[in-house]
C-alpha cells in the first residue's frame, strides 16, 4: 500500500448535523484489499474508487428514494457492491462522488443479493452510522477506474429471465433517436424514452431503451455528430435483457451506466472492424406524442367493467378499487423461460405451449394468483402474474415454494384476504376464449388503509388451503394437468398443488396472458466469472485521461418503465 494526501471526513457517531473536515493529512490508503473482506461489522479501513454511483427510487413513487448503490474498486481491479440506506443517505449521499477515491473504514459485510448484482461478488457492503470516508487526494495513475463483464450482442438473447446480475454489452453506434414520452401499460403517468442500436463487428445489432433521466444524459447529439465521421463505439453497464413485442433489447435505468469510446481492446477491435466500412450514425426522429402515449386508465366501479363487452374494450384500461374476498388454490405455474408461457413436461425436459415459441428447456416457477375482488358495486376475478404479484406478496415465487407443503398456500398469500388495492386492469387474453370475465391485473397503483412492516421482518409461514380460498371462487384457473403429490426439491422441475378440486377454465397460460418484455465466516472468495450467456471474463479499465473517454451518467431519479425496476 502507498501513502498520499486525503482529505478526512469524519461523521460523530451520534451526530448527524455535524460534518468535520481536515485537509491535509498523510494517510495509509488502506489495510485490506476487497478479496479478504469477512462477512461482519469490520473496523479495517480498505482504498476504493467509487466507479458507480447510483439512486434506486420505489418503482411506484419515484419522489421516494429507497436506497443508493455503489460499485466499488479496489487498486487491484477486486470488485464489490456497497448500498446506503436510511436514514444515512441524506448524511453520505452528498459527501460522495462517482470517479473519486476514497479509504472506508467502520461499515457492515454481508452476503449479496440474491438479484440484480451489479457486479461477480457473494458479499456486498452497507454503510452504518459509524461509517468513515477519507476522500484520496493523489490518486496513484494505476488505479482501476471501471470494471465490465461483457455478453457478446450475439448471445443476448441467453440472458433473458436472467435477474442475477445486470448485462454489461458494447456495440458500434447504428442508430440514435431523440427523446420521447412513453406511457407503458399499467402506468398513470408517462416516462421519458430513448432509442440506441448498437451492433457487433459481425453485423449483429440490438436496441438499447434508456428510461427517465438516464434518456436525457445520454449524449445522444454529440454521438451523432461525431458518428457522421467516425465509428462510435459505446460500453453499456448495469442493463437488463427484455423483450418488448417479441423484439430483443437492453433496458437501462438509473443502475446503467455507459463508456464514450473508452481505451480498452475491445474498442479497438470494433474501430478497426469498423473503419474500412464506415456507416454514418443514424438519427431517428421523435414520433408524435399523440402516437407515442395512450390514453390513461379510466376510474370505474367493478359493476361497470365486468359487463362490458370484451371484443371493443380489449386493451383497454381501467383503475378499479377493490377488497380481496377469495384466493384460488393455485399460485404458480412451471413457466416458460423465453416467452413466459406454460411449459408442460416434454419427455426429460419441458416444452412451451406457445407454439410461436415451443422452446424445449427446464422451467422457472412463477407467480399466477387468481383472486375473487370487488367494491360495493360487484365482485369479479382478477389475475397476477410475475412482478405483479410479487411486489404485494413481497416474496420470491421459487423461495415460497421451497418452504411451502404441498396442498398449502403460504401465509404471505392469505395474508392479502380483505386487503384493499388501487389496481389498473384490463381484460385477461382468457376471457373470450372461455367465456369467464376475468381481468389481469397490470400495476398496483396503490394499498389502501394497511401499514405493512419490512419483508426482512416478516415470517414465512403457511395456511392450508381450504374451501374459504377457493371453492367460492366463481373461476379457477390450472396451470398443467399433471400433478404430484408431495413437493420435490426445488432444484428439479415443480408441479403447481392444489387441495380442492375447482372449476377448471383455463389450464395453461399463453401469450395473451404472459407478461411480456417479458455472523463471521471464513474468507470469501471472490466469485470467478462464470455467469449464464458470458462469453467474456470480467476486465478492468485503466484511464490514460480521466475526462476524455468516459461519459458520466450519474445522478437522476430511477425513472423509467415499470418493468425495469424490480430490486
Known sequence: MCNTYTSLIYFPAAVFSNVYAIFGSTLQMGDVLILSLQCGNLSVTICVRVSRFWDFSDPQDAARLLHCDMVLLDEEGNSIHATIYPPFIEKFRPLI?????????????????????PVPNDIMITFTNWTKLEQVIEIPPAFPTLTYSLTHIEQIHSRIDHKDYYTDAIGIVNSVSDVSPHRSKGQQASSLKRNISICSARGASVNVVLWGA???????ERIYEDGQNSPQIVLFVGTLVKKYADVLCLTGSSPCKWYINPSIPEVETLTSSARGDHKPVKWNATVTSSQLISPVAEEQKVSYIKYLHPFENKGKEFLVTVTIRKIDSKWWYNSCRKCACTAVTHG????????DCANIVMPVQRYKILVTAGDETADTDFILFGHMAQRIVKRPCDMLIANTPSGFIPDAITKLLERTFIWNVSFSGHTINSGNVCFQVNATVKELGNQNVDISTSTIGTHQSSLMFSQGASSSMEDTPHKTDTLPSPLTPLTPQGSVATTKYLETVDAGDAERVTTQSSTTRKRSCSLPGKSIAKKLFIADDEEGSISQSSGGGVGGSSDDKDN
Open 97 to 117: 462522488k462517482e470517479g473519486s477515491v476514497y479509504n472506508m473504514t467502520y461499515f457492515r459485510v454481508r452476503a449479496s443479493n440474491n438479484l440484480y448484482k
Open 214 to 220: 438516464q434518456a436525457t444524459l445520454f449524449p445522444g
Open 348 to 355: 426429460d425436459s419441458y416444452k412451451c405451449t406457445n407454439h
